[in-house]
């Protein structure tokens, strides 16, 4: 009988502690890597659009005048796949793998590469990318 007793206390604990309908608020790094993957994708978006005045927005201003000299393409699309991000004190830093494809004086061109995309902080402003650049046209070969 002290069994069932205690088999039906242990059972109404685990159910009165598991039926709560507290939300779980996302943690300060958990927002910040949900802001910095929608920055990376926005930033990835005005690209194909050749859209400088978003790349200026999410870019510092000689990074974005260095990728301003690549849209050379007729149609660009890039995918990218967020691998881990990663949260400093002064920068957040995205390890993503991607793909691209360009089409370039009625040529199709193809790269795919992995990078890290470097923001710093306090502005979330796109600073450096490590490895390959996505935002580099390859190539044409002839």
């Known amino acids: 009988m002290k069994k069932i007793y205690f088999l039906l206390i242990i059972i109404f604990l685990?159910?009165?502690?598991c039926g709560g309908n507290?939300?779980?608020?996302?943690?300060?790094?958990?927002?910040?890597?949900q802001e910095v993957i929608r920055i990376t994708n926005a930033i990835k978006t005005a690209y194909e659009q050749k859209d400088i005045d978003a790349l200026r927005e999410y870019l510092f201003p000689e990074f974005a005048d260095e990728i301003k000299k690549e849209l050379l393409f007729e149609n660009a699309g890039l995918e990218f796949t967020?691998?881990?991000?990663?949260?400093?004190?002064?920068?957040?830093?995205v390890t993503l793998n991607w793909q691209g494809?360009?089409?370039i004086k009625g040529k199709t061109q193809k790269n795919l590469g992995s990078s890290v995309f470097i923001y710093q902080v306090m502005t979330m402003k796109l600073a450096?990318?490590?490895?390959?650049?996505?935002?580099?046209?390859?190539v044409v070969r002839n």
């Open 101 to 103: 494809t360009w089409e």
């Open 82 to 93: 967020t691998r881990m991000v990663r949260i400093t004190d002064s920068s957040v830093m």
């Open 22 to 33: 507290d939300k779980v608020k996302p943690s300060a790094d958990s927002q910040t890597a």
């Open 128 to 138: 450096a990318i490590d490895g390959d650049n996505p935002f580099l046209i390859p």
């Open 14 to 17: 685990t159910a009165y502690g």
